[in-house]
Nanobody, 121 residues
């Protein structure tokens, strides 16, 4: 079993930055690819970013490329998502997920409870 707990969300203004954290626990957590997804009100959950188990490869949605950065510290069992140049359209609940490398939510069987990011204009 894998447990994921996100933190770091909040209310910010457009152009600000946030860093989200995802603390992992459970067996063999370092062998999983990690992803970040987000879901805005009335919209489907969408892929944001992913990182391979060793951190050697990352992938981003076009909408966040160049603004968001995913990273992981396996010694601390933590994954991060740095959000820069935030826009109101980035407002959503952000979820951390563990699973296989990919952009589809179905690739990730383990999910955190989510953390709210709200960006005001």
């Amino acid at each position: 079993q894998v447990q994921l707990v996100e933190s770091g969300g909040g209310l910010v203004q457009a152009g600000d930055s946030l860093r989200l954290s995802c603390a992992k626990s459970g067996r063999t957590v370092t062998s999983y690819a990690m992803g970040w997804f987000r879901q805005a009100p009335g919209k489907e959950r969408e892929f944001v970013a992913a990182i391979t188990p060793t951190g050697g490869m990352t992938n981003y949605a076009d909408s966040v490329k160049g603004r968001f950065t995913i990273s992981r510290d396996n010694a601390k069992n933590t994954v991060y998502l740095q959000l820069n140049s935030l826009k109101p359209e980035d407002t959503a609940v952000y979820y951390c997920a563990a699973g296989r490398w990919g952009t589809g939510a179905a690739m990730y069987p383990y999910w955190g409870q989510g953390t709210q990011v709200t960006v005001s204009s």
